[in-house]
């Protein structure tokens, strides 16, 4: 077991939590974060792109001209992926780009990213990020106390006004544990565990 010092939104530390070796202390592998990435940025793209062939764009159904006499090259329709206007060869047709990594490989890749940022030191566990009121300058001050810019906060349950507080402010996200993915870990710089949110995904991952 791994002993991670717990601070409070001042900064200061304030007890010892223990991380589980099996979540925290994996090895870590490049190629596997960099499939389950992979997977995850593709699964995010629209596949919207579209064009027209040449059945499909508008006109081409009147011979332009006469086949002979004109000097010109034959032509039946206007519609021909050789003229302006007419349709696309084997253009882009909506599509899904998303596919699936085994589920072991991602829970395995999510354990690896954890791992990375403990030992990168880039890994802090807050008791509690409880804000009165929705405003930015209280929530930065905390960051600023916590010594983190570029963040992934990671909350047990909804935090309102922590949310709310934090959507102005740049390279700052706040997710809750259950929505915790590798992406997003390795994005930021550092990663900011609710001392409860531990927990929680000692009893996802270790389940």
């Known amino acids: ?3 991670q010092d717990v601070y409070n939104m001042d900064g200061a530390k304030v007890s010892e939590i223990d991380l ?5 202390n994996v090895p870590v592998k490049q190629h596997v974060l960099h499939e389950v990435v992979i997977m ?3 699964n995010r793209r629209a596949g919207t792109a579209s064009t027209k062939g040449r059945s499909e764009v508008r006109g081409g159904g009147a011979k332009p001209y006469r086949q002979k006499g004109t000097g010109r090259a034959r032509a039946g329709t206007r519609s021909s992926p050789l003229w302006r206007g ?3 060869v084997f253009g882009p047709r909506p ?3 998303a596919y699936k990594v085994p589920k072991k490989v991602r829970r395995q890749a999510l354990k690896m990213a954890l791992t990375s940022k403990l030992q990168d030191n880039a890994l802090i566990v807050v008791d509690k990020l409880d804000l009165e009121t929705v405003k930015t300058k209280p929530f930065v001050e905390v960051m600023e106390a916590l010594r983190a810019k570029a963040a992934l906060i990671v909350t047990d349950q909804k935090l ?9 402010v740049p390279n700052v996200k706040v997710v809750r544990s259950e929505g915790l993915n590798v992406y997003d870990i390795l994005k930021f710089q550092h990663l900011i565990l609710l001392e409860p949110s531990v927990k929680q995904l000692e009893g996802r991952l270790l389940s």
């Open 95 to 97: 599509r899904s780009y």
């Open 160 to 168: 309102e006004n922590l949310e709310l507080s934090s959507r102005n």
């Open 1 to 3: 077991m791994a002993f």
């Open 20 to 24: 589980a070796d099996e979540i925290f």
């Open 40 to 42: 995850q940025l593709a």
């Open 86 to 88: 007419g349709g696309v």
